[in-house]
């Protein structure tokens, strides 16, 4: 599975980076760069007062901290769910998954099918009853909805720990990343790029906490859904429809035609794989803090809200599928571009010059989305989870609020310092770990707390110290991929958490048994 693991590294983005920009200059494309600097430039003030203005929003007769955390319950649950959605969506969405399709064809569509699924189904069945729980218990954090589930202070710490540290890598992927795009699109050194990425970050976080953030991930989401129509339909009208497409792709390779492999060598997957694929991507998805906090803000949770979420939810995660549909007319179009260029290559032959700048726009807000996300989510574990909960039990909301500030600011920092650090190595193997670490720690911990009553805390601390002991295992000393290694992590998390839970309550009967007989 090599196409899938070198997808989603550091390196991949900050390279492909540098050598696009080397590409549209061979290509001749100077007029590029001053396009996307003036739409880019006037993107980020647009976005900057989208967020100041949403700040001003605030909900009445809530307190400080549901209003910072959850947007006061009062954020329209159309832009909730657009924020769940691509605040899921990375780069590789835009660059590295079409140019895969391009390479393996239809086969490796089970991998990108498995994601959709993966999101949903989950929020479907689980995501519901998680927020009526967290309501009654008054919880405004994963970490603290986890806690009060099990009665642990003990999980709560971990959980709040494994987020403030595992998240901190792939926040530092996202703004060297975005960084670069910077310096290769617009001319501005690195250093100066990655201080303005910094900067923009902290403010569309700290003005106005998650409702700021949603909103903002609304409008950095609509021209990433506008591109990735647009793109199919100009694309697939271009090599003559679904019917050409097969056509021509059964000329070039017909093994890209095949649906299901009875072997899965690269990126190509067997049945058993699809399946896996899809469980991993189901508990991923789930367990991620900074995306289930999307459901914890939603107004209320009638039917008529959690549909509205679900369906906009759905709608979106199959439209942005377009960009991976369109990879494989790529191959047919441009059949000599490496897959690392070839979706920039396609907007840049197929559509006007103004919206293929949009699409590098598109490309870098995908990073800004996910960034913005994930660091509220290690603010919150600082200033609720572990100052309000438990170094200060007496702070009222708005110095939890304060602290959450002061934490996102100190967090930001630490990310623009730890971009000069070496080898961008170390980088992705955090990357990675911040992605499958973190779900087999909370994944079945949080499963287990919206579907059973016997779940223990005893199950569910082993579960979460065993799960990302077990993942770094099978990837980093047995040699698993990244996905298979989560897989078989989470499995381990599991037997884990049901084998304690089983042995607890047996224990706890016999105890009970033996007081009623000695009274």
């Known amino acids: ?31 590029f760069t001053g396009i996307i600097n003036n739409i880019l430039f006037g993107f980020l003030v647009f976005v900057g007062i989208v967020a100041y203005f949403s700040s001003k929003q605030k909900a009445s007769g809530v307190s400080a901290d549901v209003e910072y955390y959850l ?39 089970w991998v990108v099918i498995a994601i959709v699924p993966g999101l949903i189904i989950p929020a479907v069945l ?31 710490l971990i ?13 530092v992927a996202q703004f060297k990343g975005a960084a670069v795009l910077l310096e290769s699109f617009t001319g501005i050194s690195f250093n100066m790029g990655l201080a303005i990425i910094t900067v923009v970050i902290i403010f569309y976080v700290i003005v106005g906490g998650l409702r700021s953030v949603a909103w903002t991930d609304f409008v950095q989401g609509l021209p990433m859904l506008v591109i990735s129509i647009v793109l199919l339909v100009v694309s697939l009208n271009a090599v003559g429809g679904f019917s050409g497409l097969e056509e021509k792709l059964s000329q070039i390779d017909p093994n890209m035609l095949k649906v299901v492999q009875d072997e899965a060598p690269d990126a190509q997957m067997s049945l058993s794989g699809v399946l896996g694929n899809f ?20 107004p209320n949770v009638k039917r008529k809200t959690i549909g509205t979420f679900l369906i906009t939810a759905l709608i979106l995660s199959v439209v942005y599928n377009s960009f991976y549909i369109a990879g494989l007319t790529g191959r047919v179009l441009f059949p000599d571009v490496k897959a690392d260029y070839l979706t ?80 961008p190595e170390f980088l992705s193997v955090v990357l990675y770990l911040g992605l499958s670490g973190i779900g087999s720690c909370i994944g079945i911990p949080l499963f287990a707390a919206i579907v059973s009553k016997k779940s223990t ?40 958490m049901v084998v304690i839970s089983v042995f607890i309550n047996k224990k706890n009967r016999a105890l009970i048994s033996n007081v009623a007989e000695a009274k």
């Open 126 to 156: 689980l995501m519901p009853k998680m927020r009526q729980q967290a309501e009654k218990l008054g919880s405004l954090t994963i970490p603290e909805y986890l806690g009060q589930r099990y009665n642990s202070t003990a999980l709560r």
């Open 159 to 171: 959980i709040a720990g494994v987020i403030s540290v595992f998240y901190i890598f792939p926040l």
């Open 457 to 496: 805390k005893e199950g569910a601390i082993v579960s979460s110290i065993v799960g990302p002991i077990a993942y770094i295992i099978f990837n980093y000393v047995v040699g698993f991929n990244f996905w298979f290694a989560g897989l078989m992590a989470i499995v381990v998390a599991a037997i884990c």
């Open 344 to 423: 920039v290559t396609m907007a840049i032959n197929l559509l006007p010059t103004a919206v293929a700048a949009f699409m590098m726009i598109g490309i870098f807000a995908a990073m800004m989305s996910t960034a913005t996300s994930v660091l509220l989510v290690i603010g919150q574990a600082v200033g609720r989870d572990f100052y309000s909960k438990t170094i200060n039990k007496n702070a009222s909301p708005e110095k939890e609020v304060l602290v959450t500030r002061i934490a996102i600011v100190v967090v930001a920092f630490i990310c623009f310092a730890f971009n000069y650090v070496d080898p």
């Open 1 to 31: 599975m090599k196409f899938i693991e070198d997808k989603i590294g550091l390196e991949y983005q900050i390279l492909f980076s540098i050598n696009f920009f080397i590409f549209i200059k061979r290509r001749g494309y100077n007029d």
């Open 279 to 298: 469980v991993f991507w189901c508990v991923i998805f789930i367990s991620q803090p900074y995306l289930c906090s999307r459901f914890l803000a939603i």
């Open 71 to 109: 947007g006061g319950h009062s954020t329209p649950t159309v832009v909730l769910a657009f924020s769940y959605v691509t605040s899921s969506i990375s780069a590789a969405c835009f660059m590295g998954d079409p140019g895969i399709m391009s390479t393996v064809g239809w086969p490796y569509y």
